[in-house]
């Protein structure tokens, strides 16, 4: 049998990842707003055709691209979650694994934050907006559950936190992608979490 053969026999499902998967690597190679279908088809040995034939359009396949993400993120920190001992412990399972989660697929960030692909698509976009503020409410009500075991200080903004914490993982990433190698993306990020941590823990004061 030969590869190309192998390829034809592929189920529907099958086929749809393999797509999804090359697309996330030529974004991370060639960024998002240069990947073309042909780019993909010549990376999987297809032809536009065959590409077409499970996705209707391009844009289709971002978004499909984008709820892989969704559903692969959420199960990675959603996992992290589960086997933490506090609700504290829980938002930094999280973020660690989040972090983790980006070393492994670099070209997410660019994806999920592609002018390119907001502009172009409404449908693309709300899927993003849904994405981050499921997120953020998820360490809201992580850190709402932190106040009242008084893990926290009683009187922290718990939605404010919880964007800063989204906004924590943007910014390392952002300054990873600009530094590359002179600011790795864990190591920072292990030297930034405290930090977070210290701001919205409670601290006794003295009379």
């Known amino acids: 049998m030969n590869q190309e053969t192998a390829k ?22 060639k960024g998002v707003d240069s990947v073309t279908t042909q780019d993909m088809a ?12 499970h996705f209707a359009t391009k844009d289709d396949i971002w978004v499909a691209v984008v709820e892989w993400i969704r559903d692969s993120l959420m199960k990675v920190v959603g996992k992290a979650a589960a086997e933490a001992t506090d609700p504290m412990d829980a938002v930094e399972r999280m973020f660690n694994a989040h972090i983790a989660f980006i070393g492994k697929h670099p070209a997410i960030p660019r994806l999920l934050f592609s002018e390119l692909l907001h502009k172009k698509n409404s449908r693309l976009r ?5 994405i981050i503020s499921g997120y953020e409410a998820k360490i809201a009500g992580l ?32 300054q990873s992608t600009i530094f590359g190698g002179k600011r790795a993306l864990q190591q920072e990020a292990r030297k930034i979490f405290p930090i977070f941590l210290h701001g919205i823990k409670s601290h006794s004061r003295s009379i």
Do not use: N, P
Not at 8 to 13: A, F, G, M, V, Y
Not at 42 to 52: E, P, R, V
Not at 126 to 130: A, H, P, V
Not at 145 to 170: H, N, P, R, T
């Open 126 to 130: 709300q899927l993003i907006e849904g």
């Open 143 to 174: 850190l709402d559950e932190a106040k009242a075991q008084s893990l926290v200080s009683a009187d922290l903004d718990s939605q404010s936190a919880a964007v800063l914490y989204i906004g924590m993982i943007q910014g390392l990433v952002m």
């Open 42 to 53: 010549d990376a999987m040995k297809l032809t536009q055709g065959s590409i077409f034939r």
């Open 8 to 29: 034809r026999r592929l189920s529907t499902e099958e086929r749809q990842s393999e797509i999804i998967r090359v697309s996330i690597e030529l974004a991370a190679e």
